[in-house]
């Protein structure tokens, strides 16, 4: 099965952040912004942004005399001892400040063995979760979900996925035709969020992006309940900037 996503932002942004922790893991003694901008040749604007993220984050720390030094969280997960679960709470941690930051549940999704996997979520009173009346694994033609993880597979590994799993009608938004469906998904641009508006459930609408670039694919969603569809465009761009965290974790 050949794949057909590109990179998309939050994939550079994570790649450039990997280049300032790896430079600032290797100057224990510490490293000054400016030398890390001589370093890295990354621009000021993007550096600033960028030490911003890992310091939020907990990769990098700032010391009294200015100079960032190697943070908690990466050192947590640069030990051997208990990496998997410093790798999941690092992971829950970024998804639960996702949620809160978009204001909406949030997903982070897997297509493995030819199935589509929720593998992590944050939900809350204020931000619930979809009702997940029909198997996600079974509806990947209706949810952005499912649908922004097929738009990175190429046209056999997609109309493989449909000859497995039938499109059944959801609601009467959901699309039924294989021939329309491939159509769209063909033609939605990589970095552009994939929408569900009711397609799997009345009463919820979904935004994904894609979160891998590779091998392997993956997205994060959120969803809304419909009387907020409002803010769904918004939220989908919010969720897209806010993806790199997510992504540096897994690449770590």
């Known amino acids: 099965m050949a794949l ?21 893991a290797g100057r ?9 901008a001589r370093e890295t040749g990354l621009g000021t604007q993007r ?33 051997a001892h208990g990496r998997e679960q410093a790798l999941g709470e690092k992971l829950q941690q ?9 204001g909406a549940a949030i997903y ?8 589509v996997q929720v593998t992590r979520h944050a939900e ?11 198997d996600f694994r079974s509806s990947a033609h209706a949810s952005a979900v499912g649908k922004s993880l097929l738009g ?10 449909l000859a497995r799993h039938k499109m059944a009608r959801l609601t009467s938004r959901t699309i039924t035709s294989e021939k329309v469906l491939l159509s769209r998904l063909d033609a939605h641009p990589p970095t552009v969020p994939v929408l ?12 994904a992006v894609p979160i891998t670039a590779g091998s392997s694919v993956g997205c994060l969603a959120l969803s809304l309940p419909v009387e907020h569809a409002h803010r769904l465009r918004q939220a989908a761009e919010r969720l897209n900037r806010g993806a790199a965290p997510v992504l540096l974790s897994l690449a770590i």
């Open 108 to 115: 982070m999704s897997r297509y493995i063995d030819g199935e």
């Open 152 to 161: 990175q597979l190429d046209l056999n590994g997609r109309r493989d996925h």
């Open 4 to 24: 057909t996503h590109e990179p998309t932002a939050p994939y550079h942004s994570a790649q450039d952040a990997l280049r300032l922790l790896e430079t600032v």
């Open 28 to 36: 224990p003694a510490g490293v000054t912004d400016a030398e890390l």
């Open 124 to 134: 809350s009173p204020a931000a619930p979760a979809v009702h997940e009346w029909v």
């Open 47 to 79: 550096l600033t942004s960028l030490l911003r993220m890992l310091r939020r984050e907990g990769y990098v720390e700032q010391a009294g005399d200015g100079a960032y030094v190697a943070g908690a969280a990466l050192g947590r997960l640069g030990s």
């Open 94 to 102: 970024s998804l639960d400040r996702l949620r809160d930051s978009v």
């Open 196 to 207: 569900d508006l009711q397609e799997y459930a009345v009463g919820t609408v979904c935004a």
